[in-house]
């Protein structure tokens, strides 16, 4: 076999090409805009745990011990906003997304380089208005917004809190449109569709959610603030409105915004499950298709929130039936998976952990989802713990778990250094075991009849001050869990070794190029000869330049 001599990695890349503020600032690179983002949202995420902790520590005891019914109200709310709005939709897609769709494709940057920074500053502004709105007063209407209470009744600082999450969805539209373009637009030669990495099927499939369903929620908030403000009756039965097309409207968004959140990690799963196995992933089409079929899916479903509005019966059992069929594509993803894992030769590294948690959790949300999908089961839990619990099974045990996977899986293509693998491991065990022991109390609280949404609760119902207590020592664990990356992470940046170019010996575009990567990504254009996963037995492959792709047998 002929010899060719792999190019070392090049001294300058995209951490080190400038220096200063201004370049970061004024920066036009995807990968580094990726970094702004990985900052800000963890800033967003460690504001809303501080909610969170103030909700479990107030719900230890029955009376309202640690703070007033309003303060627990606005504490809810601005938890649930602060990590919809502001972590759990941005943190996949914009930072994972950002820095590795191109990289994947084998393009340069994103098609749209500008509007990707702009996306940027849309988000940081919206933020800032709605962290403005939370100091100033808070509101207390729900994340959700529900009217009579946001047009008419709350006095807390709503429309200013509207502002800051009308004005972040457009950082959405964005982030989608540039996705979308560059997936069709930028591949590299070589790369078809049936040869992207499924990380960017959930991508395309995520952004067009995100084109499609963010103004309908913008438009809604909009029109929250008119009549509040002038007092329209577009909500209100007084003046002719009708207060549950505000719910149709803004589930119509929300549902599908579930899917905004989950589909990236489903991508990021994808890549851990199949490269942690060293296996093609089962069923390649079937997955890339299932997102896709998530997509069209969630706008059709957004009904099962109405089950106990008003709806009629028949709407009801039409909705119901499409929340079943819509488990389907997301089943297929989980069926494959675990195909591919089948007689697999899996590495327990630290994303692999988390990859594999993210099944579990995931399962057990999807298929408690069923429950408060069906009609006759849903009127007994409709705004109770389980469907506290059934949420962040989806969106804690899937998201923030797929997020972390993808964030240590990629991590030294992010910052050139690898992190300790026995604190990695050590962390994505105790962030399990804690988040399980913080939600899994919480369906049976829920099952027994604990509202959603209350600060106090019966103080004879000694069983339900029990599970209180077990959830808020889950809470306690799951945050000193998610305290140990955030350390050794930013340790390792400065003091963990150094990466390879391909320290998990993968065949992905990604792994092809230095750790960190150059500020245009490749040095020459790849041109892509292989399949997505291709894990070739080694005496069947051939070096090329830095490139491997299988040899042709020998007759």
Avoid: C
């Avoid at 697999?344 to 408690?368: C, E, K, N, Q, R």
């Avoid at 992010?414 to 075991?433: D, H, K, N, T």
């Amino acid at each position: 076999m002929e010899e060719f001599e792999i190019p070392k990695s090049p001294r300058t890349n995209y951490l080190n090409a400038e220096y200063g503020l201004k370049s970061w600032l004024l920066t036009k690179d995807h990968k580094r805009i990726a970094l702004l983002y990985l900052g800000t949202v963890t800033f967003f995420f460690f504001i809303g745990s501080l909610y969170a902790m103030a909700i479990r520590l107030e719900l230890l005891t029955p009376q309202g011990d640690l703070m007033q019914s309003s303060t627990y109200n606005k504490t809810f709310t601005q938890h649930g906003i602060v990590m919809v709005f502001f972590f759990l939709i941005p943190a996949i897609p914009a930072t994972l997304g950002n820095f590795l769709i191109p990289i994947m494709i084998g393009a340069k940057d994103l098609a749209f380089p500008r509007i990707n920074l702009l996306s940027w500053y849309i988000y940081m502004l919206g933020g800032v208005i709605t962290i403005y709105a939370l100091l100033a007063g808070g509101v207390d209407t729900g994340w959700t917004f529900y009217v009579p209470y946001s047009t008419t009744f709350s006095n807390s600082f709503v429309i200013a809190t509207g502002v800051g999450i009308f004005i972040n969805g457009f950082s959405s539209i964005l982030t989608g449109l540039n996705f979308i373009v560059t997936i069709h637009t930028m591949r590299a030669p070589g790369m078809t569709w049936y040869r992207l990495p499924l990380f960017v099927w959930a991508h395309y499939a995520t952004s067009l959610i995100m084109i499609l369903g963010t103004p309908v929620v913008a438009i809604t908030i909009l029109l929250v603030a008119l009549e509040r403000l002038a007092h329209i009756g577009i909500f209100d039965p007084a003046a002719g409105g009708d207060p549950v097309l505000f719910q149709h409207l803004f589930w119509f968004y929300s549902h599908p915004a579930v899917y905004i959140m989950v589909l990236p990690a489903m991508g990021v799963v994808s890549e851990l499950i199949a490269n942690f196995s060293r296996k093609n992933i089962f069923g390649y089409k079937f997955v890339a298709f299932s997102s896709l079929a998530i997509a069209v899916f969630g706008f059709l479903v957004w009904g099962h929130h109405l089950f106990v509005a008003s709806q009629s019966v028949y709407a009801g059992m039409i909705f119901s039936l499409l929340s079943f069929a819509v488990a389907i594509p997301s089943a297929i993803k989980v069926f494959n998976w675990t195909a591919t894992l089948y007689k697999a030769s899996i590495s327990y590294d630290t994303p692999m952990l988390y990859g594999l948690g993210f099944i579990g959790l995931f399962t057990v949300g999807g298929l408690t989802g069923m429950f408060v999908a069906t009609l006759a089961t849903d009127v007994h839990l409709s705004d109770t713990y389980f469907v506290v619990a059934h949420f962040h099974y989806i969106m804690v045990g899937g998201t923030l778990l797929a997020y972390l996977g993808g964030l240590h899986y990629w991590w030294p293509k992010i910052s050139g250094r690898m992190y300790p693998e026995g604190w990695g491991r050590f962390s994505a065990l105790v962030v399990f075991v804690g988040f399980n022991l913080t939600f899994l109390p919480q369906f049976v609280l829920g099952y027994m009849g604990m509202p959603r949404r209350y600060h106090t609760y019966p103080v004879e119902l000694t069983s339900w001050q029990v599970l209180h207590v077990l959830s808020t020592a889950g809470a306690s664990i799951l945050g000193f869990g998610l305290m140990i990356p955030l350390i050794y992470l930013v340790w390792s940046m400065r003091y963990g070794r150094i990466a390879e170019a391909n320290p998990w010996n993968l065949p992905g575009l990604e792994w092809q190029t230095a750790s960190p990567p150059p500020t245009e990504n490749f040095l020459t254009t790849p041109v892509v000869t292989h399949e997505a996963y291709e894990f070739a037995p080694p005496e069947h492959k051939e070096v090329v330049g830095k490139f491997e792709r299988q040899a042709p047998a020998e007759t």
